[in-house]
């Protein structure tokens, strides 16, 4: 069983920045794109970034291109997101998530390409 854990939310000021990790078991982690997703309470959920399964292509929303990096160890079974300058329009609880298929070539910011789920970690930016 794939499994996803995020850890590195936590309350932070407006400007700051955090990194969250998804942590993933099993050994094919480095055969799947991956994908970083956020949602806030009565919204549908909202793409963030994602990255291939090499690493070699990225893709964010324009909401935080220049801010945020998602980044991947496939040697640790981890991808990143690095979030600076934070704004309050940031909060949300921010998942990952793992594509359906193998290596394919492209990155997607559509939830229904995603298999495999984390439970969320929350972010929580004050202004």
């Known amino acids: 069983q794939f499994q996803l854990v995020e850890s590195g939310g936590g309350l932070v000021q407006a400007g700051d920045s955090l990194r969250l990790s998804c942590a993933a078991s099993g050994r094919t982690f480095s055969s799947y794109a991956m994908g970083w997703f956020r949602q806030t309470p009565g919204k549908e959920r909202e793409f963030v970034a994602a990255i291939s399964w090499s690493g070699g292509s990225t893709n964010y929303a324009d909401s935080v291109k220049g801010r945020f990096t998602i980044s991947r160890d496939n040697a640790k079974n981890t991808v990143y997101l690095q979030m600076n300058s934070l704004k309050s329009e940031d909060t949300a609880v921010y998942y990952c998530?793992?594509?359906?298929?193998?290596?394919?070539?492209?990155?997607?910011?559509?939830?229904?390409?995603?298999?495999?789920w984390g439970q969320g970690t929350q972010v929580t930016v004050s202004s």
């Open positions: 998530a793992r594509d359906r298929w193998s290596q394919r070539p492209l990155t997607s910011s559509l939830p229904q390409r995603y298999n495999y």
